[in-house]
């Protein structure tokens, strides 16, 4: 059980375009995900947390109109990466809670490369 | 400031020898702890986590850590290491009304 995905697991896309990836949380309902992102050799550094129906509250540093995150059901979030820069590569990780503190599940993560 | 060392950037083990990998966090209380592997390009696995009780916790994979108050840590250890075990190990902390926050990360390598 708690098995978490994402979609896709790869894209590339060129500078200036979005892009979207998905996470679903496929046997449990998420109460909150959260948005984390990782670059090379480096640890996990948390972007946003999302709960279902409402507004995302983004971490220090992370721009809300570049990183679009929508929680539209308790099994879906996005992240939309709009005007994609080559300095937005990166390894996106996504994780679904149930509401316990301590109760998160990670996905595979989507590997993004901009050119 | 609240957070999470691991002091070892990178340890070469030969296959067979035993491992220990360092985790130290900083906050009051003690928080919910964990350790996670990631191997090249994939995402985060669960191998074991502490939230009270016995201080010596199993995970999957053969590995266990240890919770000692005193120090502070949560370090990571296996007996007997296999060559598919090189990889990344993350150890995390959270507390309540918080979120996760993660280690550094050390980067494994298991010599034949």
């Known amino acids: 059980g708690a098995v978490v995905s994402q979609h896709p697991s790869r894209v590339i896309c060129k500078s200036g375009t979005s892009v979207k990836i998905e996470c679903r949380s496929l046997?449990?309902?998420?109460?909150?995900m959260f948005w984390y992102r990782q670059f090379p050799k480096q640890s996990l550094m948390l972007m946003a947390t999302?709960?279902?129906?409402?507004?995302?509250?983004?971490e220090q540093g992370v721009e809300k109109d570049k990183f679009l995150i929508n929680h539209a059901s308790l099994t879906l979030s996005t992240l939309t990466v709009t005007s994609a820069h080559p300095e937005d590569s990166s390894f996106y990780i996504c994780?679904?809670?149930?509401?316990?503190?301590?109760?998160?599940?990670f996905g595979p993560g989507t590997r993004l490369t901009v050119t | 400031a609240q957070s999470v060392t691991q002091p070892d950037i990178h340890i070469t083990v030969s296959e067979g020898a035993s491992l220990e990998l360092r985790c130290n966090y900083s906050?009051?209380?003690?928080?919910?702890l964990f350790w996670y592997v990631q191997s090249p390009g994939q995402g985060l696995q669960l191998l074991l986590k502490?939230?009270?009780?016995?201080?010596l916790v199993q995970g999957i994979k053969g590995f266990e850590a240890e919770f000692k108050r005193s120090q502070s840590s949560f370090n990571l250890r296996k007996p007997s290491v296999h060559w598919s075990d090189a990889a990344e190990y993350f150890c995390?902390?959270?507390?309540?009304?918080?979120?996760?926050?993660f280690g550094p990360g050390t980067r494994l390598s298991v010599l034949p």
């Open positions: 046997d449990f309902q998420a109460t909150t």
């Open positions: 906050y009051g209380a003690t928080p919910y």
């Open positions: 999302s709960n279902e129906g409402s507004k995302a509250t983004y």
């Open positions: 994780s679904a809670g149930t509401g316990k503190v301590y109760e998160q599940y």
């Open positions: 502490y939230f009270s009780g016995d201080t």
């Open positions: 995390a902390v959270v507390r309540y009304g918080q979120n996760f926050v």
